[in-house]
C-alpha cells in the first residue's frame, strides 16, 4: 500500500495520518472503522468476484465506497496498519456456531496486531457485532467494551483444540471463535473465502446482510428487506421495506454504499 493510497483509505474512514503506531491510535482506527465501512455481503448475491488482493481489496472498499466479509475488511485492515508501522500478524479462526460446533478451518481471519508502546492486540473489524475496541490479546481476564465482557482464554484440548495454544474468544461468556496462534498470510483464506461464496451451508450464502456501527453505539442493520435500527441499550426498531427504491435509498443513505439493482439471496423468488 503507497501512501496515496493509505492517505485515501484513511480518509474513507475520517483518520488522520497518526505520527505513531501506538495503542490509542490502534484503538481509535478501530472504532472508526467499524463506525464507517459496513460488513456486508452482498458480492455474493450481487455476482460480484471476490478476491483476496489488496489492490482489488482497495478498489472495492476504498474506491467504491463498499464494504466486505472478514477476510476483505480484516485483511485490508490489516494492510493499512502495517503501512502505519504497526506489527500486524494473520491469523485464521474457527466460528463457534449456536450448538457450539466448531466451523470450517479458515473460516475466520482475525489480527493481531503489536503496538510501539507494548502490549499485542487481537483487532477484528471483520465479525459483525463484536468489541468495538481491540481486545488485550495475553490478557485472560475480562475486558469491558460498550458491546459486552469479553475473554481471551485458552481453549480446553479436550473440547476439540488441534493444537496447544489455540485461544477461545468469548462474548458475555458465549464463545465467538477458537483462534490459531499460527501466522497466516491472505493467500491461505482464499478456500475459505471461496467456500462462504458458493457453499448451500454457508450462511452467507442463505441471507443478506449490511451492518454498521453507530457513532451513538447502536448499529443499523439490513437484511435482505428488513430495516433494524438497534439502540445502544439494545431497543430495536424494525421497519420492512417494501420497494426497490425503498432498499436502494436504506443502503446509499444508511451505508453510503450505491448499488444499481437490489440483491436478492440465491434461489429467492
Same mark, same amino acid.
Given at each position: 500500500?503507497?501512501?496515496?493510497?493509505?492517505?485515501?483509505?484513511?480518509?474513507?474512514?475520517?483518520?488522520?495520518?497518526?505520527?505513531?503506531?501506538?495503542?490509542?491510535?490502534?484503538?481509535?482506527?478501530?472504532?472508526?472503522?467499524?463506525?464507517?465501512?459496513? @460488513?456486508?455481503?452482498?458480492?455474493?448475491?450481487?455476482?460480484?468476484?471476490?478476491?483476496?488482493?489488496?489492490?482489488?481489496?482497495?478498489?472495492?472498499?476504498?474506491?467504491?465506497?463498499?464494504?466486505?466479509?472478514?477476510?476483505?475488511?480484516?485483511?485490508?485492515?490489516?494492510?493499512?496498519?502495517?503501512?502505519?508501522?504497526?506489527?500486524?500478524?494473520?491469523?485464521?479462526?474457527?466460528?463457534?456456531?449456536?450448538?457450539?460446533?466448531?466451523?470450517?478451518?479458515?473460516?475466520?481471519?482475525?489480527?493481531?496486531?503489536?503496538?510501539?508502546?507494548?502490549?499485542?492486540?487481537?483487532?477484528?473489524?471483520?465479525?459483525?457485532?463484536?468489541?468495538?475496541?481491540?481486545?488485550? @490479546?495475553?490478557?485472560?481476564?475480562?475486558?469491558?467494551?460498550?458491546?459486552?465482557? @469479553?475473554?481471551?482464554?485458552?481453549?480446553?484440548?479436550?473440547?476439540?483444540?488441534?493444537?496447544?495454544?489455540?485461544?477461545?474468544?468469548?462474548?458475555?461468556?458465549?464463545?465467538?471463535?477458537?483462534?490459531?496462534?499460527?501466522?497466516? *498470510?491472505?493467500?491461505?483464506?482464499?478456500?475459505?473465502?471461496?467456500?462462504?461464496?458458493?457453499?448451500?451451508?454457508?450462511? @452467507?450464502?442463505?441471507?443478506?446482510?449490511?451492518?454498521?456501527?453507530?457513532?451513538?453505539?447502536?448499529?443499523?442493520?439490513?437484511?435482505?428487506?428488513?430495516?433494524?435500527?438497534?439502540?445502544?441499550?439494545?431497543?430495536?426498531? *424494525?421497519?420492512?421495506?417494501?420497494?426497490?427504491?425503498? *432498499?436502494?435509498?436504506?443502503?446509499?443513505?444508511?451505508?453510503?454504499?450505491?448499488?444499481?439493482? *437490489?440483491?436478492?439471496?440465491?434461489?429467492?423468488?
Amino acid at each position: 500500500m503507497d501512501t496515496a493510497e493509505l492517505d485515501t483509505y484513511l480518509r474513507r474512514i475520517g483518520a488522520e495520518h497518526p505520527a505513531w503506531p501506538t495503542v490509542d491510535v490502534l484503538r481509535e482506527l478501530h472504532l472508526r472503522h467499524l463506525r464507517t465501512v459496513p @460488513f456486508e455481503n452482498l458480492s455474493i448475491h450481487l455476482g460480484e468476484e471476490i478476491v483476496l488482493e489488496e489492490k482489488r481489496l482497495l478498489d472495492k472498499i476504498v474506491g467504491e465506497r463498499r464494504g466486505g466479509f472478514c477476510y476483505e475488511l480484516n485483511g485490508l485492515f490489516g494492510a493499512m496498519l502495517a503501512a502505519l508501522g504497526f506489527d500486524v500478524t494473520l491469523l485464521a479462526a474457527r466460528v463457534y456456531d449456536d450448538e457450539k460446533r466448531l466451523g470450517i478451518p479458515y473460516d475466520h481471519l482475525a489480527l493481531r496486531v503489536r503496538t510501539v508502546d507494548g502490549g499485542d492486540w487481537l483487532a477484528d473489524v471483520g465479525f459483525g457485532s463484536n468489541s468495538h475496541y481491540p481486545l488485550e @490479546f495475553g490478557g485472560r481476564g475480562e475486558q469491558e467494551d460498550p458491546a459486552g465482557t @469479553f475473554r481471551v482464554v485458552e481453549a480446553d484440548r479436550q473440547s476439540g483444540a488441534r493444537e496447544f495454544g489455540d485461544l477461545d474468544v468469548l462474548r458475555d461468556g458465549k464463545p465467538q471463535y477458537r483462534l490459531e496462534v499460527r501466522p497466516r *498470510v491472505l493467500g491461505d483464506f482464499v478456500a475459505g473465502a471461496w467456500w462462504h461464496s458458493t457453499s448451500p451451508a454457508s450462511h @452467507f450464502t442463505r441471507s443478506l446482510v449490511c451492518s454498521r456501527l453507530g457513532d451513538d453505539g447502536g448499529r443499523t442493520t439490513l437484511s435482505g428487506r428488513t430495516l433494524t435500527v438497534t439502540s445502544r441499550e439494545g431497543e430495536k426498531e *424494525v421497519t420492512e421495506l417494501g420497494t426497490d427504491e425503498e *432498499v436502494l435509498a436504506v443502503y446509499r443513505e444508511r451505508f453510503g454504499v450505491e448499488l444499481g439493482r *437490489v440483491p436478492e439471496v440465491r434461489g429467492a423468488k
